[in-house]
């Protein structure tokens, strides 16, 4: 059954929070929370429209972090409902973020992979120039980035190579090789 979002922004990251809440986040600063994906609220973050593309839930602190493609912005909210825009320390886009073994992982433009503890101080793990990162996953003590790169920087409709990259500690990546994106 289709239900109403509460908002006309188009909606781009999900996550489930505590005590199975939901929240979205997607263009023009669109925050929505549900307690029973039915019902959705929309929720507010003081500043300049932010495109957020991705957002993540900290089971352990109870911290929601959503990362943007907007000027270096993201946001927190210690409970999904009270948001504050931050700085997530590179003009990057964002595009992917999630929390696995203590970090919030995120992942975006030119092979961006940063950690973070709170979601406040982020450190750079790799950059790879031409990468684009867009979405990161764990599972089987392994984790994954995934995106692609092109394969003629000089020459875009030669297409992109998916990757995948791989790590077991979330610090050291190794990069994988899928297809071409044509």
Known sequence: TARTSNTVANLRGFTVGSG????AVGANSAIVTSTNGITWVLR???GPAISFTSVAYHPATGQYIAVSTTNNR???SADGITWTAGSSGTSLNLYGVRHVDGLFIAVGDFGMIRNSLAGLGWTSLTITMDMELR????GNSRYVAVGSYPNDPADPA???TSVALTSSDGMSFVLGKTDVIN
């Open 44 to 46: 507010s973050v003081a």
């Open 20 to 23: 199975g809440s939901f929240v």
């Open 135 to 138: 979405g990161l996953a764990h």
């Open 158 to 160: 030669k297409g992109r």
């Open 74 to 76: 993201l946001a927190t």
